[in-house]
């Protein structure tokens, strides 16, 4: 069974910082991988998706990448600002089609 | 990528009483799923919505407590039913194609008293 894990659960930075945040899968038998991001209350919004057979994917200050033979990918925020606070979470997509996600990763970037 | 409506966005009903919530995809998509969210956790997946015949359940979830309905390519409905507290939580859809990555709802935030 596909098992996805996101570190760290939580993270606060101050403002301007660069950041990775983590996601590791057991199973590399994966069509993609997908990075959301989820207000308080809300529903997903789709920030990268990262097809199997590519290493990283990239939206302005966004950038992901997968190792699918390791089941790891990053995502990396640049010059994190308030706007960016909100949980991140990653998500695989097995042969069964439908995602599996992670716990999240809770960001808090500070003024 | 599809643009997926949902609602309500939020509700409050009675316990025993029963909520349908609606999913409108902009566009045909071939997979349609229902996700829970219980707060401070992740997506639970309840069931595949199959356009045309029954949902696919998961494992803890019954077609009795959380009726499905797909009649085509652009629209499904969740019902919660017979509600007790414990089904308090954020319902969440989605839709898309495998090989696009999947879209989601805005999500509705159900508390029963």
């Known amino acids: 069974k596909q098992e996805v894990t996101q570190i760290p659960a939580a993270l606060s930075v101050p403002e301007g910082e660069n950041l990775v945040l983590n996601c590791s899968f057991t199973d590399s038998a994966i069509y993609n991988l997908q990075w959301f991001r989820q207000d308080p209350g809300k529903g997903l919004t789709s920030l990268l998706l990262?097809?199997?057979?590519?290493r990283e994917q990239t939206s302005g200050r966004l950038n992901a990448s997968l190792d699918k033979s390791s089941g790891r990918s990053t995502l990396y925020i640049a010059a994190s600002q308030p706007g960016d606070s909100a949980t991140y979470l990653c998500a695989v997509t097995p042969s069964a089609r439908q995602l599996t996600f992670g716990s999240g990763t809770q960001l808090t970037v500070l003024p | 990528s599809a643009v997926i409506s949902q609602k309500p966005s939020r509700d409050i009903c009675q316990r025993g009483t029963s909520l349908t919530i609606q999913c409108q995809v902009d566009s045909q998509v071939t997979m349609m799923f229902w996700y829970r969210q219980q707060p401070g956790q992740s997506l639970t997946l309840i069931a595949t919505?199959?356009?045309?015949?029954?949902?696919?359940?998961e494992s803890g979830f019954v077609i009795d407590k959380f009726p499905i309905s797909r009649p085509n390519l652009t629209f499904s409905t969740l019902t919660v039913s017979n509600m007790s507290p414990e089904d308090s939580s954020i319902y969440l859809c989605?839709?898309?194609?495998?090989?696009?990555?999947?879209?989601f709802g805005s999500g509705t935030r159900l508390t029963v008293v």
């Open positions: 990262i097809q199997s057979s590519q």
């Open positions: 919505a199959n356009q045309g015949s029954e949902a696919t359940y």
């Open positions: 989605s839709g898309g194609e495998v090989t696009y990555g999947y879209t």
